[in-house]
């Protein structure tokens, strides 16, 4: 159990076979470059362990193998077998010393850091609960990318550096209308209210971003909805975000009634009908297998024998209840 096969240097090792002392420096090959003196060794199941400081940094790591420098290959920990090098014990327990001083130091400062975040999450549930609509089903964010790529390695890749909540949907489908229409109560993403097809992005595939309004994939800022289908873990999701109310960036609630929603029998752009089927029911027609699982969490039923201008169709039944809610969703209220 404590041997272990090195495939590209093609050994076999013994975790359990001891091969450097304590005070004993080695050195990290292929990464860092950094030279480290062994303060402790100790045997567990799997063999055994040498405990590490970093003569440069000062911090504490731990090896299970530790190769000669002479069959080096590849990236690792090795040990100079025909000139061993050691350090006086008064000077590593100096060092260990003033290592243990510095972890201490940052696991102060972590968790201090620690309990400034759950106090900045604590405000922000609040803060996020008073404005988030009970039938809300996305939320409208803006986020500011920054381009972490680079290009002489072919990697690409960004990091979000700030998330401004700028409105919540009453569905979950992606329309870039939608975005726009919240585009304008932030600074930042202002310019994206003019509609601009060089802005939207269908990104809907493995590996993609799905949809976003904005100019560049890793930089700026872009719009997204966040899907909500559980409340509680959105609201811890934007806990830290609504924390500081500058990134809460909201239009102003509408304070006038709104009118009772006709029945609209207009198609919508996928090709559906809605339409009032009983005083207490609407239902919709049409081409609905791309959205079912959508009209399904909306409460819809699916019904192959409804009867619709005399004629009997296939289509989703939904409570009167949901009207105003799918005529949101068709583009229709």
Not at 11 to 22: F, G, L, N
Not at 45 to 62: C, M, S
Not at 293 to 321: C, P, Q, V, Y
Request: one cysteine or more; hydrophobic letters at 30%; proline letters at 3%.
């Amino acid at each position: 159990m404590s041997k272990v096969f090195l495939l590209g240097a093609n050994k076999e090792i013994d975790r359990a076979k001891q091969v450097v002392e304590v005070n004993q420096i080695i050195q990290m090959e292929g990464y860092s470059y950094d030279r480290y003196v062994v303060y402790d060794i100790t045997k567990n199941q799997w063999g055994i362990a040498y405990k590490l400081v970093n003569l440069r940094t000062k911090e504490f790591q731990t090896a299970d193998i530790i190769r000669p420098l002479k069959e080096k290959f590849g990236i690792g920990y090795y040990y100079d077998s025909e000139n061993p090098e050691f350090m006086d014990s008064f000077e590593v327990a100096i060092l260990l010393q003033e290592a243990q001083q510095q972890k201490k130091a940052e696991d102060d400062q972590a968790e201090q850091e620690r309990k400034r975040v759950e106090e900045v999450r604590k405000i922000g549930r609040k803060r996020f609960m008073e404005i988030f609509p009970e039938d809300a089903q996305a939320v409208i964010v803006a986020r500011l990318r920054q381009n972490e790529s680079d290009s002489y390695t072919d990697y690409y890749s960004y990091s979000t550096q700030r998330t401004v909540i700028i409105g919540f949907s009453k569905h979950k489908r992606d329309l870039f209308s939608e975005m726009r229409k919240h585009a304008s109560n932030f600074e930042g993403t202002a310019y994206l209210a003019e509609i601009n097809e060089d802005y939207e992005h269908r990104e809907k595939y493995s590996m993609g971003d799905g949809y976003y309004l904005g100019k560049s994939k890793y930089s700026g800022w872009i719009i997204e909805k966040e899907p909500v289908y559980n409340r509680e873990r959105t609201i811890e999701d934007f806990a830290y975000t609504a924390g500081d109310e500058d990134n809460i960036r909201i239009g102003k609630p509408n304070t006038t009634p709104p009118s009772k929603p006709t029945a609209p029998t207009e198609k919508s752009e996928g090709g559906c009908t809605m339409v009032e089927y009983s005083a207490k029911a609407v239902a919709v027609f049409g081409e609905t297998r791309a959205i079912k699982d959508e009209l399904k969490a909306m409460g819809g039923r699916f019904n192959s024998h409804l009867t619709f201008n005399g004629k009997r169709l296939a289509g989703w039944i939904f409570s009167k209840a949901q009207e105003q809610q799918l005529a949101v969703y068709f583009g229709l209220d």
